[in-house]
């Protein structure tokens, strides 16, 4: 195995999969990565397999020393990430000589970019995954993000890659949106019709006070109209659920597994990895489709990413 | 039983509208009917007091499959024999730096320091189901005299160990992370390892008693 050396960690750098879906009996949530769409990506495009753990970056970025060299391929935000002064293009395969470091700025458009390394990224697994679960210190790099001085094992660095190139269009297909569609929460029923017309018009605000739990959002208030107090049950993945005091929280990947607040709608499965590089201060809106609406896009995100022929020039 | 779409990949599964015994015996039913045979398409179930929420691959089937799979089930199923309940102590050391809201739960019931204890240390309860974080049981039920709402603002960093109460519900929080439970006492026990087998020391079903400990006994198995 090849070392890599984090000089600096940036703001929450850390090592994410797709997850450990399939604890919820044990209060155990999935976590994985925020943007599952840009990590299979840019895996894929280092010919690893899909969910391979690589480096989540998120809003700043930090400095990784390659001493043993590797192949790497940014995938989601763009950081601005050099080597040498250099740019490095994001969505394809770059060689990192031994010894020289790849620097990252500070976000340029979204929130979350993936260093992902041909071969991997190399921790012990926690119930078959190696995401960090940071609220509950458990996975990843020692249950936590990455600090100045952590030496984590990667692929070795490969004499041949393939230069593969996404086709035209697949990134414009899968581009992050500000407006997410929903489908109806559990709890629609208990809304009035103001705040239904609230959530299916209104602009949001992403809270500096969000994180991959949940993200709180600044808005209209969606009050309930029933006044019931609710018996906690499971929430999905992706459910807005509003607090009595009128807070709306989008509940995200690292989230608690049960609730008792009202959620009146929840993200469609192939809008969640846009959740994940939305930005503290990013104006969201929501719009509402149908379950089956909300499956066929997800088969079809499925499809498109299952496909090498329609990902690859 | 009653269904609702909870999001486009899953289904909330409703046994009962009404905390309780009975309620908690349909959901762990239900719950180990799944568990017993492979499903290909159930990614995840998450038992709560009335409830079960079914996330599916949803390229592989659709509500409606799902709901048709679980009625067919419930139709078939023999009585699972009852699962033995296991009987858990925990001990806990109460009030002073450890259970800071001990003091302000016995004003606001208007009962002695010593009288929540007691009342809190009296029942078995029974463990609902694990959900918030990983390893938090949601314990059951706690007397109505030492019942109190949770904290406004929830504290932004609750200490592992901490004993909670809210409402008619008392739990542990396995690790430090936010909370807004009124906290009383703390367990010096670890609840959730993830090197142990099980990792959580309080699985759903199972039945927890807490024992008074003092600060030097807390003190004590800390080190051992």
Redesign the interface.
Known sequence: MSLLVVESAGLQTTVQDFGREGFGVLGISASGAADAVALRLGNLLLENKAGTPALEITLTGGTFLFPDGAVICLAGANFGAQVDGQALELWRPHAILPGKRVVFGATRDYARCYLCVAGGIGVTQFLGSASTHVLSGLGGWEGRALRRGDVLQIGKLRKNIRRRKLRPGVLNTLKPEKKLRVTRGPQFDWFAEEARRALASGNFVVSEDSNRIGLRLDGPRLAARVNAEMISEGAPVGAIQVTPSGQTILLFVEQQTTGGYPKIANVIGADLHCVGQLRPRDTIRFEEVSLAEARELWVEQQKLLGSEERLFA | MRF???????L?VYLS?E?GAAAHERVVWL?RLL?REPIKWL???????????I?FD??AV??AEVQAKISELERHAKKLPAAEPRLVEVPVCYGGEFGPDLDWVAEQRGLPAEKVVELHIAPTYHAY??????????LGDLAEEIAVPRVETPRKEVAAGSVGIAGRQTAIY??G?PGGWRLIGRTPLEI?R?DREP??MIA?GDQVRFRPITRAEFLATRRA
């Not at chain 2, 609702?4 to 899953?10: H, I, L, P, T, V």
């Not at chain 2, 990614?43 to 929420?53: E, H, T």
Request: glycine share 6%.
């Open positions: 609702q779409a909870a999001s486009d990949q899953s909330l509208e905390i719950m568990q990614r995840n179930i998450q038992p709560a007091y009335c409830s079960l929420l996330t949803a390229a659709d509500h189901f694990l959900g918030f974080a990983p390893g938090f049981a949601y396995p690790f992370t959730f993830k990792m959580g759903i």
